[in-house]
């Protein structure tokens, strides 16, 4: 299997990259809004412990990808879909790469402003001195950041479905299939 992307198809890199974040910044999402609930405790210490742990694989994941990403060019999309829709796709895939990369910033900031360490093999340099009016902010914001970026990836998602059974092209599939004959023939 091509590790590299072909013009009418992800690569191998690109792929579990995609599939990879995609699990993760979902759990993560879940995880942040039930975890804020919970009584204090040693078992909500453990859950914001392993939050702040994902979370910053998701931006050492996140670096590699747009990394990635510059070496790698994308694939053309179908020319059945027009110049403007092309366009906004790639404000759409803009917009969630900034968001993967600030909404875990904002997540360390907001640790390092409750005077919390951020152990992550080795421990954050820190950023932000404790302040608790500015980490209720940074909270808030961490959070709603995090709400626009799963709102984004679903509405994403939902198009990437309607693409499949709507309108029955191979966009859905050139990020989900991984072997050449699984795509329709042109
Ligand atoms: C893509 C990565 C991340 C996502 C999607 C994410 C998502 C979330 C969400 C949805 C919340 C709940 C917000 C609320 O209900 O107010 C939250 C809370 C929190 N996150 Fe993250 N997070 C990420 C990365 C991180 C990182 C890297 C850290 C720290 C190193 C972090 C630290 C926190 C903390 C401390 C809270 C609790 C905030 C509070 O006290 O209200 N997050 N996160
Ligand atoms: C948190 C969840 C998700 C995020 C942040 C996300 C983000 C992205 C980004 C940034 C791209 C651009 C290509 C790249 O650089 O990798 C992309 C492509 C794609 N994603 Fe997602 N995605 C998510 C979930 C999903 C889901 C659940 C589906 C399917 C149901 C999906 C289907 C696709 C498809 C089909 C493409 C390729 C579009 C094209 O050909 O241009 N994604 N995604």
Partial sequence: ??????????????????????????DLVVMGVAMTGL???????QIFDAHKFLGMTAFVLVLLRAGWRLID????????????????VGVAHGLMYVLMLIVPVLGALVAQ??????????????MVVRDEALHEILAKIHGACAMVLVGLALA????????HWVWKD????RMTRWRRQDLRPR
Avoid: C
């Fill in 39 to 45: 009584p204090t405790g040693e078992q909500k210490a």
């Fill in 170 to 173: 191979d966009v859905l599939r």
């Fill in 1 to 26: 299997m091509a590790m590299k992307n072909a013009q009418d198809r992800y690569g191998f890199i690109a792929k579990l990259l995609h599939w990879v974040m995609a699990f993760l910044i979902l």
């Fill in 73 to 88: 060019t994308a694939p053309r999309l179908p020319a059945s879909i027009s110049h403007v829709q092309q366009r906004l």
């Fill in 156 to 163: 994403h998602a939902l198009v990437a479905l309607a693409h």
């Fill in 113 to 126: 402003s409750a005077g919390k360490p951020v152990p992550f093999f080795f421990e954050l340099p820190v």
